[in-house]
């Protein structure tokens, strides 16, 4: 099946910083999405971008599908940022869904 | 806004217990999973299903099933709780089809289990 690596494994920054998250994927992919897991436990869903260019306030995250890797950017991270943040891929050809889920990139925010 | 609720976020079993995760969601969504999270390993999928009664293996299904009975109930069952299922149990759901608000895959708060 697919493989999905992400890098750093860990990140600690101080607040106010910027910060880039890799995902890198095996296969070609019709669905690739970007999760954050807060301290509690959620998961939300931060983008849907299997391919191109998104922004959400400072988070923007870019896909480029022909070199089969993602990257999540931070900019001026706050404390709230904290948490594990997961990018999940899809390559199948049904609509079901399913996803493929890297290990995480631990971040941590200090005040 | 969705909601995918989760019957327990705590819950302690012993060892040779039938266990009951139960997984609601209220969006009318076709799909629904069963992941289990382990530290380092990442999300992975246990079981699936895209309509009711229908269900279909995910990447870790030994030691687990699951029951869909209504579309908006999930249920993952542990037959004889073990002390390696020890973990985070996250329920999704999700609409069928390949756009993108089909594919989003929405999550529940998450169940940690200990089995003793």
């Known amino acids: 099946g697919i493989q999905v690596e992400q890098s750093p494994p860990d990140l600690i920054l101080q607040e106010g910083a910027n910060s880039t998250l890799r995902c890198n994927f095996s296969d070609s992919v019709n669905n690739l999405q970007w999760f954050h897991q807060n301290p509690w436990g959620q998961l939300i869903n931060l983008f849907y971008i299997p391919s191109g260019t998104k922004q959400n306030g400072r988070l923007s995250a870019t896909t480029v599908a022909t070199e089969r890797y993602s990257l999540l950017y931070i900019s001026s991270s706050q404390t709230t940022d904290s948490g594990v943040y997961f990018c999940a891929v899809n390559a199948g050809g049904t609509s079901y869904g399913k996803l493929t889920f890297g290990q995480g990139t631990i971040l941590t925010v200090h005040p | 806004d969705v909601k995918v609720t989760q019957s327990s976020r705590y819950l302690v079993k012993r060892t040779g217990e039938k266990v009951f995760l139960e997984c609601v969601q209220d969006?009318?969504?076709?799909?629904m999973f069963w992941y289990r999270q382990d530290p380092g390993l990442g999300l992975r999928l246990i079981y699936f299903?895209?309509?009711?009664?229908?269900?279909e293996k995910g990447d870790i299904p030994e030691g687990y099933s699951v029951s869909r009975e209504k579309k908006e109930r999930f249920s993952l069952i542990l037959e004889s709780a073990s002390t390696n299922q020890t973990s985070m149990y996250l329920c999704?759901?999700?609409?069928?089809?390949?756009?993108?608000?089909?594919?989003?895959?929405?999550f529940g708060p998450g169940t940690r289990l200990l089995v003793l």
């Open positions: 969006m009318d969504h076709e799909n």
């Open positions: 999704a759901s999700s609409f069928s089809g390949f756009r993108e608000y089909q594919e989003t895959q929405y």
């Open positions: 299903s895209y309509d009711v009664k229908m269900k």
